[in-house]
């Protein structure tokens, strides 16, 4: 049998504190599995376990029930009916066979108005309980949050592969056709093998930076007009079924510098991707490039509805995102990991009554 000054609730009361209680007390009996009450019942009182165990749940629907707290003998629960007079929050049911003690609402709170101690001791356990729920209330906040960060990361992964594998399918049709001359069959064939070569690097991308890795890329000496001028048709090629147009203004400088051509024509994928995605109905983008004091600047500007202020600061964050609903929410942070691997710098600016502009530099090789 269960003493009464054994539970923590009533540790501390006096001889006639505990007599009152004794007096009070009913004892109840509940089968395995059986409802003790129920969600939405009336709060009518408290309960102390004395043998056997209870199962507090919440009960989504006939069938499923949210666990919260399995309880053994000397713990006590639903003692928020004795403070508030609302209905149940929560289902009790018993796991085994079990034996209560249960004393009424209005019972407990007259020995609770002539008892300073048993007051005291009911503030610290609701104290304790609330605090208890809180953590785990966050914990589940947090798993839930993982979880959706892993759906949005595993959503904008397919997003990102669909565009190449779009250029691939429609370059495999071309390709295909028996009257295709064989100037048009070498070109689709080498489409086909640099979006491969694409989706491969996005892949190592994904898997570097997952790693938090980052691998020196093999520079080598290129001459930066050339660079771009052979990666602008293939990124054109990707965003004009969606009534978008890249125009490159002014002369890209025919300057020397160190990199890694196909690792950097990603951070040229990446801004232009993102370009194309918050313009809905489609749009320009402008490219521009000049040549500084031992660098090159190169703009990416698009004629979308900019960069709100709040996320300037937070876009070449992982997971960052702003006016697109699909995207892994990496691109512009490995895109910042790749520019500064080269030496270079990556930043935004913003002018009135223009789109968002992206600009990253490259050092002149000596």
């Known amino acids: 049998m269960l003493e009464l000054e054994a539970v923590e609730l009533f ?15 009913q004892e109840k009996y509940f089968g395995g599995g059986s409802q003790i009450f129920r969600e939405g019942d009336r709060g009518d009182g408290i309960y102390i376990i004395q043998t056997g ?70 503030l610290h356990m609701v104290s304790h ?17 993982s979880l959706a960060v892993i759906g949005r990361f595993a959503q904008g992964i397919v997003h990102d592969l669909k565009n190449p594998l779009s250029v691939i399918g429609f370059s495999a049709e071309i390709f295909g056709l028996p009257n295709v001359n064989p100037e048009i069959r070498n070109k689709t064939q ?5 979006q491969v070569d694409r989706i491969n690097d996005m892949v190592s991308d994904i898997l570097e930076f997952t790693c938090g890795k980052v691998n020196e890329s093999a520079l080598q000496r ?30 890209v400088p025919a300057a020397p510098v160190q990199l890694d051509p196909r690792r950097f024509s990603r951070v040229f994928y990446n801004l232009v991707g993102n370009a194309t995605d918050v313009m809905l109905n489609g749009g320009k983008i402008f490219l521009r490039a000049r040549q500084d004091d031992g660098e090159i600047t190169t703009e990416i500007e698009d004629t979308g509805p900019g960069i709100a202020p709040e996320m300037a ?4 964050q992982p997971f960052a995102t702003h006016g697109k609903t699909k995207g892994t929410g ?37």
Not at 11 to 25: F, H, N, P, Q, Y
Request: proline share 3%; charged share 25%; aromatic share 6%.
């Open 11 to 25: 540790r501390g009361l006096s001889r006639k504190e505990l007599s009152d209680l004794r007096r009070i007390a």
């Open 53 to 122: 165990g209870v199962q507090i749940a919440h009960v989504v629907n006939s069938e499923v029930r949210h666990v919260f707290s399995q309880l053994v003998p000397g713990e006590i629960f639903g003692e928020m009916a004795v403070i508030e007079d609302q209905p149940r929050s929560a289902t009790a049911v018993a796991t085994t066979e079990t034996k209560l003690l249960f004393i009424a609402r209005e019972e407990m709170r007259a020995l609770l108005q002539h008892s300073p101690q048993l007051a005291f001791n009911m």
């Open 129 to 145: 309980r609330l605090r208890e729920f809180n953590q785990r209330h966050l914990q589940e906040l947090v798993q839930a949050e």
């Open 190 to 194: 080498a489409r086909i093998l640099r």
């Open 222 to 251: 290129t001459d930066y007009r050339a660079f771009v001028l052979e990666l602008l048709p293939e990124l054109q090629a990707e965003i004009e079924l969606k009534d978008t147009h890249i125009e490159l203004q002014g002369e």
């Open 313 to 316: 600061e937070k876009l070449f």
């Open 330 to 366: 990496l691109g512009l942070s490995i895109c910042k990991r790749i520019v500064e691997s080269h030496g270079g710098r990556v930043w935004t600016r913003s002018e009135p009554q223009r789109g968002a502009i992206f600009c990253f530099t490259l050092p002149l090789a000596k």
